[in-house]
């Protein structure tokens, strides 16, 4: 297994982590309608204003290269275009690709191994100089760079000769991101200012997905200043960089004049100025945003959620409750077993557990039905996963202890049995001691004694994700980079992504044959709604072995300033589309 496949599913772990916990959760009603307004039924969003954004974490890395964003990210995709992007409307609308710098989503040839895109004209940065192939292509190169590092990973396996490249700055022997490469990567080619082909090592019907990522966005080789672009990058999109401050702490954007509406369909860009800043704690900005003073009134944020008590509070006041958004991200909280560990090498313990398992307490452990919903299959409810229902061992709202008992029985266990929970101690919605509890109290009507091992977060994490040191009972979860069962399904069953030194993620170690082949059979699918069936049925297929128990898809509830318009959110992210957002 390469090095850059190790790196790619650890990136993705902490990719979903920052997704949810700070930017691809929660905003714009999904039970409202597609673009209702708050609190101004009827009234037409206008240019003009300034949008302010209330953060706890700063905007670090602010260079397309360094950021790990997919479907044209949140802050960054006001900055940045990329060849696709996504759909810009609410629910399962928005987790559909669409074309963005390029006229279409790329034509596949030679089975799905070669991607040809063309790029629209017209296309011009900030200072008003045209946008080509070759700056696509040199974007993409210096990602490669080692100082650029942190951007998502999968150029690196997908490209022809990428596992090996190590960035244009290297092209000229200099190591310190100030040297403007000439060879570049022979897999990318730029046969005229319009056109770029991609030249991949296996068939990838969903690279339409992966061009939304910030990696895709054109920078102009003349302008590259290494490291320090992030200070200052050329904008391909609606808004300019004015302000960096303390690596992100406070970035003001202000309006490309050179962009046009007329080449770009998805944003909408209503401010006129956008102020994010950061460093707030997140009672402190649900505060602000409820109070809707001065400037906050037309403030949101992208990284705050409500927790329950907050959402308690605000759902009782009518005016309030009429300013909080619901997103929902792919995204899925499971118990993991380690098969080789005793007693789960044995199928029929695993599905005792799965049986014994009350969802109504793990839900009200993860802050109730109004932030978690429950899951029995391991991809979210969203079409474009290829959701397909199963149950394939029912517990019912809470538990069915008799199942569990039986099954227990004809493995040996008829006067039960003892086994170790491992979890973060960490106060969060994914693994925290609250439904570790639940969990507990749950298994012990089925006669399973359940031992709580709480772990510091890092520690956890190291554990859980070493081949070697992984736990045989612990809580997990996982998210994908884009709206699809590939990036969700793989990473965590196909044997061939099974890491014996390095970050592991398919903790059941499932290397089945039939799995791994039906993987690369659907990965060589360009029609991505015969794809989706097809990882519903795989989804369902590996349900049968009870390598996880499914427990919920979180919820996010986000609040936003009184005077905001136009709230949009797509089943892709769960985030409120800054794109989008009119401010009165």
């Not at 060849?83 to 596949?108: H, I, K, M, Q």
């Not at 005793?342 to 009200?364: C, G, H, L, M």
């Not at 040996?412 to 969990?439: C, Q, R, Y």
């Not at 399973?448 to 956890?460: R, S």
Request: glycine share 10%; proline share 5%.
């Amino acid at each position: 297994m390469r090095q850059s496949s190790v790196t790619a599913r650890r990136l993705a772990a902490v990719s979903v982590s920052l997704a949810v916990a700070a930017g691809a959760v929660a905003c714009g009603p999904k039970d409202n309608d597609a673009k209702a307004e708050p609190g101004s039924a009827g009234a037409q969003p206008r240019k003009g204003g300034t949008l302010t954004v209330l953060n706890t974490d700063p905007q670090q890395d602010f260079d397309p290269a360094r950021l790990y964003t997919s479907g044209g990210g949140n802050v960054p995709s006001l900055v940045f275009r990329t060849l696709t992007t996504r759909n810009r409307e609410n629910g399962a609308e928005g987790a559909e690709v669409v074309p963005d710098l390029a006229t279409d989503t790329g034509r596949p040839s030679q089975n799905a191994t070669v991607w040809t895109y063309t790029l629209k004209k017209g296309l011009k940065y900030e200072d008003g100089t045209a946008i080509t192939s070759a700056d696509i292509k040199y974007g993409i190169e210096r990602s490669f760079a080692a100082e650029l590092s942190g951007g998502a990973p999968y150029l690196r396996d997908w490209l022809i000769g990428g596992a090996d490249y190590q960035g244009p700055y290297k092209d000229k022997g200099e190591d310190k991101g100030e040297g403007k490469g000439k060879k570049g990567l022979d897999s990318i080619e730029t046969p005229d200012e319009q056109t770029i082909v991609f030249r991949l090592n296996k068939p990838e019907g969903e690279f339409p997905y992966l061009a939304t990522q910030t990696q895709f966005a054109p920078v102009p080789e003349a302008k590259d200043t290494g490291t320090k672009y992030e200070q200052h990058p050329v904008s391909s999109g609606p808004y300019k960089v004015v302000t960096n401050e303390n690596d992100g702490e406070r970035l003001v954007l202000a309006r490309n004049t050179h962009w046009s509406a007329t080449t770009d369909a998805e944003r909408k860009a209503y401010p006129d100025k956008i102020d994010v800043r950061s460093g707030f704690d997140s009672s402190v900005i649900n505060q602000r945003l409820s109070s809707s003073q001065g400037a906050d009134a037309a403030a949101v944020t992208t990284d705050t959620n409500l927790g329950p008590a907050e959402l308690a509070k605000v759902s009782g006041d009518k005016e309030l409750a009429a300013r909080v958004g619901t997103g929902h991200f792919g995204y899925t909280n499971y118990i993991a077993f380690n098969p080789k560990v005793k007693p789960f090498d044995d199928p029929k313990v695993r599905q005792a557990i799965s049986y014994a398992v009350d969802r109504t307490s793990v839900i009200n452990a993860a802050g109730g039905s109004s932030l978690a919903e429950a899951a029995t299959t391991y991809l979210p409810d969203q079409k474009s996963f290829g959701y397909t229902e199963y149950d394939h061992f029912p517990a019912g709202r809470s538990g069915n202890a008799a199942k569990a008992k039986e099954l227990l029985k004809e493995a040996g266990h008829a006067n039960g049995l003892t086994v170790t929970l491992t979890h973060s101690n960490a106060k969060d919605f994914e693994t925290s001691p609250e439904i570790a509890t639940a969990i507990q109290d749950a298994l012990k009507k089925a006669g399973i004694t359940v031992k709580l091992q709480g772990l510091e977060d890092n520690d956890y994490k190291d554990k859980i994700h070493g081949a070697r040191t992984e736990p045989g009972f612990f809580l997990a979860h996982w998210g994908a980079d884009w709206p699809s069962g590939g990036p969700f399904l793989a990473p965590i069953f196909d044997g061939r992504q099974i890491v014996k030194d390095g970050a592991n993620f398919n903790t059941g170690f499932l290397d089945d044959k039939a799995v791994n082949a039906e993987i690369d059979a659907i990965n060589k699918l360009t029609d991505l709604d015969a794809a989706a069936t097809r990882w519903g049925a795989l989804d369902k297929k590996i349900g049968e072995r009870a390598l996880t128990v499914p427990l919920f898809h979180p919820v996010y509830k986000r609040l936003y300033g009184k005077d905001i318009k136009n709230i949009v959110i797509s089943d892709w992210t769960g985030v409120l589309d800054i794109s989008q957002v009119a401010v009165k």
